[in-house]
């Protein structure tokens, strides 16, 4: 994946021109692959909630300028749908608790992309790019997050991608502990916490490229 980053306000960014029919064919051939690996791995293949991840996630590079061929598809697809795979490590009765997690069960929790770094590190068809964004999906642009608490640009971009694309998704959906916000309080939370959770520019190109409801092409991107 290019490391650098396009112009965010030229509109005529280069395009990865390809057959819809043959991307979506990448698509879903890197998604049987995926899903062959984790049945195998950890008896089950990917979440709902994974999928529609890597969807966003493709959406977010494409609308960044970041998709640039079929290799960019693939290590997307692939990071995007073994981002949470360490969950499968974790006890159900932690992950689908109806309240709130003590802090012993958090600090479980927070083993999970440690635990899916392990995991991935046996697929053939992992690389150090898809391990990274695994490993360092729950980092914050300010530097709180975790397992290392990595800081702005140091959190590989992957990472960042999926980081926005989780969190929203997680957001809209309904939880065992709380019901499903609705997409403008979604996009809210994206935009607040934007430069202390959230990679900036990323956050904009999703908000106001790729979310239908708040898509404006015009608008200029910082």
Same mark, same amino acid.
């Given at each position: 994946?290019?490391?650098?980053?396009?112009?965010?306000?030229?509109?005529?960014?280069?395009?990865?021109?390809?057959?819809?029919?043959?991307?979506?064919?990448?698509?879903?051939?890197?998604?049987?692959?995926?899903?062959?690996?984790?049945?195998?791995?950890?008896?089950?293949?990917?979440?709902?909630?994974?999928?529609?991840?890597?969807?966003?996630? /493709?959406? !977010?590079?494409?609308?960044?300028?970041? +998709?640039?061929?079929?290799?960019?598809?693939?290590?997307? =697809?692939?990071? $995007? #749908?073994?981002?949470?795979?360490?969950?499968?490590?974790?006890?159900?009765?932690?992950?689908?608790?109806?309240?709130?997690?003590?802090?012993?069960?958090?600090?479980?929790?927070?083993?999970?992309?440690?635990?899916?770094?392990?995991?991935?590190?046996?697929?053939?068809?992992?690389?150090?790019?898809?391990?990274?964004?695994?490993?360092?999906?729950?980092?914050?642009?300010?530097?709180?997050?975790?397992? /290392?608490? !990595?800081?702005?640009?140091?959190?590989? +971009?992957?990472?960042?991608?999926?980081?926005?694309?989780? =969190?929203?998704? $997680? #957001?809209?959906?309904?939880?065992?502990?709380?019901?499903?916000?609705?997409?403008?309080?979604?996009?809210?939370?994206?935009?607040?916490?934007?430069?202390?959770?959230?990679?900036?520019?990323?956050?904009?190109?999703?908000?106001?490229?790729?979310?239908?409801?708040?898509?404006?092409?015009?608008?200029?991107?910082?």
């Amino acid at each position: 994946m290019n490391r650098k980053w396009a112009s965010w306000n030229n509109q005529a960014n280069a395009a990865w021109n390809v057959d819809p029919r043959a991307h979506d064919q990448l698509i879903e051939t890197n998604v049987r692959e995926v899903n062959t690996w984790a049945m195998a791995v950890v008896g089950r293949s990917c979440t709902e909630h994974d999928r529609r991840v890597m969807d966003l996630s /493709l959406k !977010l590079a494409e609308a960044a300028g970041l +998709l640039q061929g079929a290799w960019d598809v693939r290590q997307i =697809v692939w990071a $995007a #749908l073994l981002h949470d795979i360490g969950k499968a490590a974790i006890s159900a009765r932690i992950l689908d608790k109806p309240g709130a997690l003590t802090p012993t069960e958090f600090k479980v929790i927070q083993q999970h992309p440690s635990l899916g770094h392990r995991l991935a590190r046996t697929a053939p068809q992992v690389n150090h790019e898809i391990l990274g964004a695994i490993l360092h999906h729950h980092e914050r642009w300010d530097g709180e997050g975790y397992p /290392l608490g !990595l800081i702005g640009e140091s959190i590989p +971009l992957l990472a960042r991608i999926i980081k926005v694309t989780d =969190v929203y998704d $997680a #957001l809209v959906s309904d939880r065992p502990y709380r019901p499903a916000w609705t997409n403008d309080e979604a996009t809210a939370y994206l935009l607040q916490h934007s430069g202390t959770a959230f990679e900036p520019h990323l956050v904009q190109v999703f908000v106001y490229r790729v979310l239908p409801w708040h898509q404006h092409p015009g608008f200029p991107l910082d």
